[in-house]
């Protein structure tokens, strides 16, 4: 079986920084790409920033200038340098993974997510 868990959520002030971490591990022949989205109340799940194996990435208007992320790929990990910490970033934050199984399998896998508030 594959698992992502999340890290590194937690309670921030506006304008301050958090960085996230999602380690996948698991029966994992490839990963293709990792991504991070994240869900607020009341509205519906949306792509934060993806990066490729390769190492290619990209972000939401929302985050772009602000946010980074990257890959370990030796310890199959992603992770989100979140600066500039706005209140509307207030959300549970969710690893996702577009990846290979041992057995062939490729699929998207989730996290769990963990929370993320910004306060004023």
């Known amino acids: 079986q594959v698992q992502l868990v999340e890290s590194g959520g937690g309670l921030v002030q506006a304008g301050g920084s958090l960085r996230l971490s999602c380690a996948a591990s698991g029966s994992i022949a490839v990963i293709y790409a990792m991504a991070w989205y994240r869900q607020a109340p009341g509205k519906q799940r949306e792509l934060v920033a993806t990066?490729?194996?390769?190492?290619?990435?990209n972000y939401a208007d929302s985050v772009k200038g602000r946010f980074t992320i990257s890959r370990d790929n030796a310890e199959n990990t992603v992770y989100l340098q979140m600066n500039s910490l706005k209140l509307e970033d207030t959300a549970v934050y969710y690893c996702?993974?577009?990846?290979?199984?041992?057995?062939?399998?490729?699929?998207?896998?989730w996290g769990q997510g963990t929370q993320v508030t910004v306060s004023s």
């Open positions: 990066i490729t194996s390769g190492g290619s990435t």
């Open positions: 996702n993974a577009d990846l290979a199984t041992r057995w062939g399998i490729r699929r998207n896998y």
